[in-house]
C-alpha cells in the first residue's frame, strides 16, 4: 500500500485559501511524479491509496469556533477530492464544536469520524470544543488492507488511549498541529507508540507559523518495529511511502509481546 502524507501550513482562518493551497499541492505534485515517470506517464502521487493531512487541515490550531467549523464546500472539496483520487483520506476539523478527524472512502463518502479525547488544555482547547468519547476504527485499502486506528495530537501522550485497539488493528493515524518547541516528544512519542503496540503508527504535523505558535513537521510513518520508514523534515510537501500491510501481524506472531500486557 502507498500512503501519502500532505506536509504544509494552512492559511490561517481561511479554509477557502487552504482549500486552493491543497489542490495546487496536489497538482504540482503530480506534474512532478508524470515528469519523473517520463514516457511511462505514471503518476505516483495518484497512485497513493490513502492521503493524510493534518490536524484543523483548513483553519491551523485556532480556538475561533466559527473559523475551524465545516462547511458543506468543506466536506465537498474533500469528497471529489477522494473520488478523482480513488482513495482515502483522512483530515481534520471541526463540526458540531468537536475537533475531528474525518477519513472519506474513494466514493467519497465519510466512513469515518474521530473526536479528539485528550484537549489540549495548555491552550485553553476545552473552553472553546468539546472532547470525543470514543475511539474509532476504520479500514483502508479495501477488504484486506490496514485496520486504522485513528487519533489527534495531545491523544499521542496517553498511552491508555491507544492499548485497548492493539490487538485488532495494524496501524495508528495521528493528525496533529505539534508545537516546534516540543517536536523531540512529537517524534520519540511516535515510535513509542509503535513499538508499544507492535503497529505501523502514520504521524502528520504541520509546518509554518500562527500568531503564537511555530511548527517543524516532522510528519513520519513508523513500522512495527520502531523503524523510521518515512521522514518529512521541515519541508512542505506531499510525501510517500510504501508499505506492507501484513507486515504488523508479522511482527506481532514472530514476537508476541501483546499477550503479556496487564490491563
Not at 478523482?84 to 477519513?103: D, S
Not at 495494524?170 to 520519540?188: E, F, L, M, P, S
Request: proline fraction near 3%; charged fraction near 25%.
Amino acid at each position: 500500500m502507498r500512503i501519502s502524507l500532505l506536509q504544509y501550513a494552512p492559511a490561517w482562518q481561511d479554509r477557502a485559501a487552504s482549500r486552493r493551497k491543497i489542490a495546487g499541492m496536489l497538482a504540482d505534485a503530480a506534474l512532478a511524479d508524470t515528469a519523473l515517470a517520463g514516457a511511462e506517464g505514471t503518476n505516483a502521487a495518484d497512485q497513493a491509496e490513502w492521503l493524510v493531512l493534518p490536524e484543523m487541515c483548513l483553519s491551523g490550531f485556532t480556538m475561533d469556533e466559527k473559523a475551524a467549523s465545516w462547511d458543506d464546500d468543506d466536506f465537498s472539496f474533500f469528497a471529489n477530492l477522494a473520488r478523482k483520487r480513488r482513495c482515502h483520506i483522512t483530515a481534520g476539523g471541526v463540526e458540531r464544536r468537536v475537533n475531528t478527524a474525518f477519513c472519506f472512502s474513494p466514493d467519497g463518502s465519510v466512513q469515518s469520524r474521530y473526536g479528539k479525547r485528550q484537549l489540549f488544555s495548555f491552550s485553553a482547547e476545552e473552553s472553546s470544543y468539546t472532547p470525543g468519547r470514543e475511539s474509532a476504527h476504520y479500514r483502508v485499502g479495501g477488504e484486506k488492507g490496514l485496520k486504522v486506528s485513528q487519533s489527534i495530537c495531545y491523544d499521542l501522550r496517553f498511552s491508555y488511549l491507544y492499548w485497548p485497539d492493539a490487538p485488532a488493528i495494524d496501524a495508528y493515524c495521528v493528525i496533529a498541529a505539534w508545537g516546534k518547541a516540543r517536536a523531540a516528544q512529537w517524534k520519540a512519542l511516535l515510535r513509542a507508540r509503535a513499538i508499544e503496540n507492535q503497529a505501523f503508527v502514520i504521524g502528520v504535523n504541520r509546518i509554518g507559523e500562527e500568531p503564537d505558535v511555530a511548527y517543524a513537521g516532522d510528519s513520519a510513518v513508523i513500522g512495527p518495529r520502531g523503524e523510521e520508514l518515512l521522514d518529512c523534515g521541515n519541508k512542505e510537501g506531499l510525501f510517500s511511502v510504501d508499505i506492507d500491510e501484513a507486515e504488523a501481524a508479522a511482527w506481532r506472531a514472530a514476537f508476541p509481546a501483546l499477550k503479556d500486557r496487564r490491563t
